[in-house]
């Protein structure tokens, strides 16, 4: 099972831009990858999500302001966030699994067997 230490989390302005990173302990070349939020009193939320054959998926409440990146060789994972929102705020979980398990969509939290602690993200006005 690999492991997956998240970093990069801040505090920010609104209109800001923050990226996260994202360390597998292994290889993740067969490995799909995704970064899920929780809000305040919200349930996680899967917004940004990388396959092994390069195909990516995002919520809609990003699509257009983030984008997903990884780097197999490194052993990592990106999130770079622009136009950063108050509603952005919450704390980031990078998720793994392996190869592309096509019975569940790409940001079900379900599909994933490995999660990092997370880093927290801050966005005010």
């Known amino acids: 099972q690999v492991q997956l230490v998240e970093s990069g989390g801040a505090s920010v302005e609104v209109g800001g831009s923050l990226t996260l990173s994202c360390a597998a302990s292994?290889?993740?070349?067969?490995?799909?990858l995704a970064w899920f939020r929780q809000a305040p009193g919200k349930e996680r939320r899967g917004i940004a999500a990388?396959?092994?054959?390069?195909?990516?998926n995002y919520d809609n409440s990003v699509k257009g302001r983030f984008t997903i990146a990884r780097d197999n060789d490194k052993k990592l994972l990106f999130l770079q966030m622009n136009n950063l929102k108050p509603d952005d705020t919450g704390m980031y979980y990078c998720?793994?699994?392996?190869?592309?398990?096509?019975?569940?969509?790409?940001?079900?939290?379900?599909?994933?067997?490995?999660w990092g602690q997370g880093t927290h993200v801050t966005v005010s006005s």
């Open positions: 292994g290889d993740i070349a067969d490995t799909s």
């Open positions: 990388a396959d092994t054959d390069g195909r990516t």
């Open positions: 998720a793994a699994v392996s190869g592309n398990p096509e019975h569940w969509f790409p940001l079900m939290g379900r599909r994933y067997t490995a």
